[in-house]
């Protein structure tokens, strides 16, 4: 696989490239931190000042489904740096498997989460009339349930859109191996990984300490 | 002959080489274009559809304030025209005008490179911006908002009867433009610069878009954030500040003013780089403390993050929090008084030549300062609690987008226009045009101080008699103002088809955008350029100019008319 095939207007250098593609991932990646950290800056005010309808809220998210989709996860984070780093050596089979099972996962996560918001919704857990617990703060506790798990899961779907078109353009042989958007898409997808190491805290394991 | 008083314009001849406007001449060369130069243009087409779109509603309101009646809106038309207003000013035509035109066009050219960090998200960026601008006319179309900018929470939230949803969809879609944008401009400036430009040799033109561009990335997804909240409230009645389950609509307050109040130095910072870069080239001399006009910049940026609770002085904030609030925005205040020092020091001793794109920037230092010091007024928590919610807010925060950012982004648009077009403007209408400019806004503002110290709350257009004079003046400014605004749109393109052609550096400025033809080839530049010294060489380091023998002024009118 040449590298001239991956370089593009206005570098010199794949090597400068590369490292442009990471660098604007990284400064995008701030921006998705502020992003998360409105939220769970609000979160973290009614947490303090709501503590005990908080704490009996979390104690009805599923945390059997939670635990499995925390596992799920990060494995599939172990799948994706896997097909990085293959792309980068030029392992060309290597890198199609491991990008394939990191879709797998990431639909298994998303399957997961389906039956989770099932069950929630059986469950009375969507704020509004006929909301299961009789404590008006413990909606809002549901509100940021809802909302983050929300927002994480369309993060996910976003992932794994540009992880799959990643997977056609190496199998068509359209992208190079050498370049950057591997590695790039690699550091999207564990952010989302983190992004869930922070949620599942925060929404299944307060109130069961 | 210095570099002042060589020729501007050459004779009416097309240019020899192919440029960046000539490459390719069909729609779809420009609507699929990477060329960062051919998008800060489309960008310029949509945000002066938008200038329009806000100036309307601002002309509903001055006519509807001539009378102390509300004769010609009803309450909620004026409701939903001041809201329209500030909605489309700040996030469709202040925050996105200078960085996303001038921005765009120079920052590859000013650090020598052939393009942006990432030419086709650059493109994507006016997509998404040009989709979030459709929904804000779906919003004026069906019937507005009627919250005002600032979408307080529960009035957005449950009360309110216009078209909250679609308003905040519009900002929140356009936020991913800036977001793609800054990450793009951050990206650039980090990996792009030209051989031997280090970072202490950047134009401050660059420096001031890089530091709004990490203003940017950081406080915009909190917006976001806050809007999807609004949004998931009003939608599906998701308690997150509805008080009647625990929620606190004094956070929303706090998450939103984090993000607005950054938001205002995305709209002035880069003006600081324009004004930089026009006061330097026509007084002819170095900017005086170059080291300390980058920290400035760079205090301001991170300063600008810890002041937000200054627009909450009445909100029930604690008095230790107000105290503190106070104290930082003393000390933001800081920064921005250095450079307007460091800005009239550049011009002691200098050789000034008042063109007209000088005229804006000297316009711009007096008005800014205005806008500054009354900032200061607001800044003080006796003094805001009597003036907050008045016309004094109002005139001091037009003093600061108005009179600062919109005479930059004028002034800049004049200086680089030959870059832009490669023709020349002319001369005596722009210099008329900005001293219109000056004092139309003068006639508009300065009043809303007078009667805003007086009483006079702002969003109100039945009013008490005695301010009706104040109204009246503001009005008749306002006109001015309007004209002042739309000479330039004119002149610029008459100048497009028959202004003289521009030479690759009518100013005689330092530069690297300077030192390629005007307009530039579409790969920017010929051969890629390398840098050997720092920026702003109008005379040697660590002497003066040579104000003794220094040049005849250019004679006033300009030297479009002189013969070639
Ligand atoms: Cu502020």
């Not at chain 1, 293959?86 to 996560?109: D, P, Q």
């Not at chain 2, 008083?5 to 729609?27: C, K, M, Q, V």
Request: charged share 10%.
């Amino acid at each position: 696989m040449s590298g001239a095939a991956a370089l593009r207007k206005p570098y010199r250098s794949l090597r400068r490239q590369r490292e442009a593609a990471e660098f604007g991932l990284w400064v995008f990646l701030g921006s998705e931190v502020m992003f998360f950290a409105g939220a769970l800056t609000a979160y973290a005010v009614y947490r303090a000042l709501w503590a005990e309808a908080f704490t009996a809220a979390a104690r009805e998210t599923s945390i059997f489904y939670g635990t499995l989709n925390t596992a799920i996860l990060l494995t599939s984070s172990l799948a994706m740096a896997a097909a990085a780093e293959a792309a980068r050596a030029g392992l060309r089979r290597m890198t199609l498997r491991c990008l394939g099972l990191t879709i797998a996962l990431g639909l298994a996560f998303l399957a997961v989460k389906g039956l989770e918001y099932r069950e929630d919704i059986q469950k009375h857990l969507v704020p509004g009339n006929g909301f299961a617990l009789a404590e008006p703060k413990a909606q809002i506790f549901f509100a940021f349930y809802w909302l983050l798990t929300g927002v994480h899961a369309l993060h996910m779907v976003i992932g794994l859109g540009v992880v799959a078109t990643l997977l056609v353009q190496a199998w068509r042989r359209r992208r190079p191996l050498a370049s950057p958007a591997f590695e790039a898409a690699g550091l999207y997808w564990h952010f989302v990984d983190i992004v869930w190491i922070v949620l599942y805290p925060l929404l299944y394991l307060a109130g069961r300490a | 002959m210095s570099d002042v008083t060589a020729e501007r314009a050459i004779p009416d001849t097309p240019p020899a080489e192919e440029n960046y406007l000539t490459a390719g001449t069909s729609l779809a060369s420009w609507l699929l274009t990477t060329d960062h130069k051919r998008v800060a243009l489309l960008y310029m087409a949509t945000i002066t559809v938008f200038f329009f779109l806000g100036g309307a509603a601002a002309v509903m309101m001055r006519i509807e304030l001539v009378t102390p009646q509300g004769d010609l809106l009803s309450d909620d038309a004026y409701n939903r025209a001041f809201t329209f207003h500030g909605v489309v000013m700040v996030w469709f035509f202040l925050i996105p005008s200078i960085p996303n035109i001038l921005g765009n066009f120079l920052l590859p050219l000013m650090i020598g490179a052939k393009d942006l960090a990432f030419p086709r998200l650059n493109l994507l960026s006016w997509y998404i911006f040009v989709i979030a601008g459709i929904l804000a006319i779906y919003t004026l179309l069906a019937g507005g908002v009627d919250t005002g900018w600032t979408f307080y929470t529960p009035l957005s939230t449950a009360f309110a009867n216009g078209q909250v949803l679609a308003a905040a969809a519009a900002v929140f879609v356009a936020g991913f433009s800036t977001i793609a944008t800054s990450v793009n401009f951050i990206a650039t400036v980090h990996l792009l610069r030209a051989p031997g430009l280090t970072w202490l040799r950047l134009p401050l033109f660059v420096w001031a878009i890089y530091a709004t561009s990490i203003v940017m990335v950081l406080a915009t997804p909190v917006l976001a954030m806050v809007l999807l909240l609004i949004f998931a409230e009003r939608a599906f009645g998701i308690p997150i500040f509805d008080p009647l389950r625990g929620g606190d609509p004094i956070l929303f307050q706090h998450l939103f003013w984090f993000y607005s109040h950054p938001a205002v130095y995305i709209m002035i910072l880069p003006s600081f780089g324009v004004i930089s870069e026009l006061v330097t080239c026509f007084a002819r001399r170095r900017v005086f403390g170059y080291n300390f006009m980058v920290y400035a910049i760079l205090w301001i940026a991170l300063v600008g993050f810890l002041v937000w609770g200054h627009h909450m002085f009445v909100s029930g904030q604690s008095m230790l929090a107000n105290l503190v609030f106070s104290f930082l925005s003393f000390v933001v205040a800081v920064p921005s008084a250095i450079k307007v020092f460091n800005w009239t020091s550049t011009l002691y001793r200098g050789q000034i030549v008042f063109d007209a794109a000088m005229i804006y920037a000297l316009g711009f230092i007096g008005l800014f300062t205005i806008g500054g010091l009354t900032g200061l007024f607001l800044a003080s928590v006796p003094v805001d609690v009597h003036v907050t919610d008045t016309y004094f807010v109002v005139a001091h925060f037009h003093y600061i987008m108005v009179g600062g950012a919109v005479s930059a982004l004028y002034g800049g648009l004049t200086f680089w226009w030959p870059k832009i077009t490669g023709r020349m403007h002319p001369e005596s209408w722009a210099r008329f045009a900005a001293i219109l400019m000056f004092f139309g806004f003068g006639f508009t503002f300065f009043p809303m101080f007078i009667m805003g110290f007086l009483g006079m709350p702002r969003r109100y257009h039945i009013y008490a008699p005695e301010y009706q004079i104040w109204h009246v003046l503001a009005s008749a400014g306002a006109v001015l103002l309007a004209v002042a605004y739309l000479l330039p749109m004119g002149y610029f393109g008459w100048s497009l088809f028959r202004g003289r052609r521009a030479t690759a550096n009518p100013w005689g400025a330092t530069g690297l955008e300077w030192q390629t033809s005007s307009p530039p080839p579409k790969e920017n530049f010929f051969a890629p350029p390398v840098v050997l010294q720092g920026p702003y060489n109008y005379h040697p380091e660590h002497a003066g100019p040579p104000s003794l023998e220094r040049e005849p002024h250019e004679p006033q009118g300009g030297p479009t008319e002189r013969a070639p």
